[in-house]
């Protein structure tokens, strides 16, 4: 039976340095025409022998003492990072191959909690999710012990686990594409090529955001990050946080479907497992973040305590009534400005009721 050791927060910062890729954009025929391609022409050392055995990895571990949520995905190899010389083409090679490679699809996961066990299965694409009642854990961090089987071996793993006080508090919850970070989702080609031969350092903050977040946790609030990108890219994201300061619990959809509609499943979630919370919600100008948390703020007006909408181009109108009641910002620091005022701010959401 494989057992892996606690790592440290050194190894923690490095765990995370590479990813999957994005399975969106429907963009898989020609990935895969090009991993054919790349196949006989790469350098025997873009090989992607991997340790035997699987890996899980934790997307989200959050709670209160009266309920948990737990999700993440089972793979049915390790990912082993690429050294940070990888030539681009051997970045390339890797990025196409680990595309394709699915999920330990319906294999139970068996997690264990401060004694208590709980098991989930795994999907067609090897993801799951635990929302269940809590054991009545104290707030703070909790070590999570997590185990998938074939039948003949088990793999091992551990991670964190942040209960949340149920006392009443504020949390962030954010978008990622332009609005944590400076991708680009409106201009797919460049995107791409970031995606094919990028990795957690390339990534690039938009303006103030770091210093944004990093405040934010200074100050105790949660930190909860969704987005309509692919769970595939987890793995670089998750490295991003770690290496910025600003670890997070991160929400994505699950495979290729879904679309945006999943943005107000999650919120919807986070406030069942977090009733007594008002959520400030960020988000930007190029997708659908407006129309999504004004209708949760319909939904729940009492659980909104300020909406922030970034304006990703200039050609984006700021008299737009799809931005009604809402604050819009090219800077970070506007927003912590603007909350500094959290009268303005609570005046400002009635707007959208």
């Given at each position: 039976?494989?057992?892996?050791?606690?790592?440290?927060?050194?190894?923690?910062?490095?765990?995370?340095?590479?990813?999957?890729?994005?399975?969106?954009?429907?963009?898989?025929?020609?990935?895969?025409?090009?991993?054919?391609?790349?196949?006989?022409?790469?350098?025997?050392?873009?090989?992607?022998?991997?340790?035997?055995?699987?890996?899980?990895?934790?997307?989200?571990?959050?709670?209160?003492?009266?309920?948990?949520?737990?999700?993440?995905?089972?793979?049915?190899?390790?990912?082993?990072?690429?050294?940070?010389?990888?030539?681009?083409?051997?970045?390339?090679?890797?990025?196409l191959?680990?595309?394709?490679?699915?999920?330990?699809?319906?294999?139970?996961?068996?997690?264990?909690?401060?004694?208590k066990?709980?098991?989930?299965?795994?999907?067609?694409?090897?993801?799951?999710?635990?929302?269940?009642?809590?054991?009545?854990?104290?707030?703070?961090?909790?070590?999570?012990?997590?185990?998938?089987?074939n039948?003949?071996s088990?793999?091992?793993?551990i991670?964190?686990?942040?209960?949340?006080?149920t006392?009443?508090?504020?949390?962030v919850?954010?978008?990622?594409?332009?609005?944590?970070?400076?991708?680009?989702?409106?201009?797919?080609?460049?995107?791409?090529?970031?995606?094919?031969?990028?990795?957690?350092?390339?990534?690039r903050?938009?303006?103030?955001?770091?210093?944004?977040?990093?405040?934010?946790?200074?100050?105790?609030?949660?930190l909860?990050?969704?987005?309509?990108?692919?769970?595939?890219?987890?793995?670089?994201?998750?490295?991003?946080?770690?290496?910025?300061?600003?670890?997070?619990?991160?929400?994505?959809?699950?495979?290729?479907?879904?679309?945006?509609?999943?943005?107000l499943e999650?919120l919807?979630l986070?406030?069942?497992?977090?009733?007594?919370?008002?959520?400030?919600?960020?988000?930007?100008?190029?997708?659908?973040?407006?129309?999504?948390?004004?209708?949760?703020?319909?939904?729940?007006?009492?659980?909104?305590?300020h909406?922030?909408?970034?304006?990703h181009?200039?050609?984006?109108?700021?008299?737009?009534?799809?931005?009604t009641?809402?604050?819009?910002?090219?800077?970070?620091?506007?927003?912590?400005?603007?909350?500094?005022?959290?009268?303005?701010?609570?005046?400002?959401?009635?707007?959208?009721?």
């Amino acid at each position: 039976m494989r057992q892996r050791s606690a790592p440290s927060d050194g190894e923690l910062q490095r765990i995370w340095l590479e990813w999957t890729l994005l399975d969106d954009h429907g963009m898989r025929p020609i990935l895969l025409g090009l991993t054919i391609i790349l196949s006989g022409t790469l350098p025997a050392a873009t090989s992607l022998a991997s340790p035997r055995g699987k890996q899980i990895l934790l997307h989200t571990a959050i709670g209160t003492p009266s309920a948990l949520l737990i999700s993440g995905r089972a793979r049915r190899r390790p990912i082993a990072p690429l050294p940070a010389d990888s030539s681009r083409l051997r970045k390339l090679g890797r990025s196409l191959r680990l595309l394709f490679e699915g999920g330990a699809r319906h294999r139970a996961i068996v997690i264990s909690i401060a004694g208590k066990r709980y098991t989930t299965l795994t999907d067609r694409r090897g993801y799951f999710q635990l929302h269940t009642e809590g054991d009545n854990l104290s707030p703070g961090r909790h070590i999570v012990s997590m185990e998938v089987s074939n039948g003949r071996s088990a793999t091992r793993d551990i991670a964190q686990l942040q209960i949340f006080a149920t006392t009443p508090g504020i949390a962030v919850v954010s978008d990622i594409d332009d609005t944590l970070l400076d991708t680009g989702v409106d201009r797919p080609l460049r995107m791409l090529g970031r995606a094919l031969v990028g990795s957690a350092r390339d990534l690039r903050a938009t303006p103030g955001a770091l210093a944004f977040f990093r405040q934010q946790k200074r100050i105790h609030r949660p930190l909860l990050f969704i987005s309509s990108s692919p769970a595939s890219l987890y793995p670089r994201l998750r490295a991003f946080t770690l290496l910025k300061g600003i670890a997070a619990n991160l929400l994505l959809r699950r495979g290729r479907r879904g679309g945006h509609a999943h943005k107000l499943e999650k919120l919807e979630l986070l406030h069942t497992l977090l009733p007594n919370y008002r959520f400030i919600l960020l988000g930007d100008s190029g997708q659908r973040d407006p129309e999504i948390y004004r209708r949760f703020a319909a939904n729940h007006p009492e659980a909104v305590h300020h909406i922030a909408i970034r304006r990703h181009s200039d050609r984006v109108r700021l008299d737009d009534v799809r931005f009604t009641g809402m604050q819009i910002f090219e800077h970070f620091d506007e927003v912590s400005s603007h909350l500094t005022h959290s009268g303005s701010a609570r005046a400002a959401v009635n707007k959208l009721r």
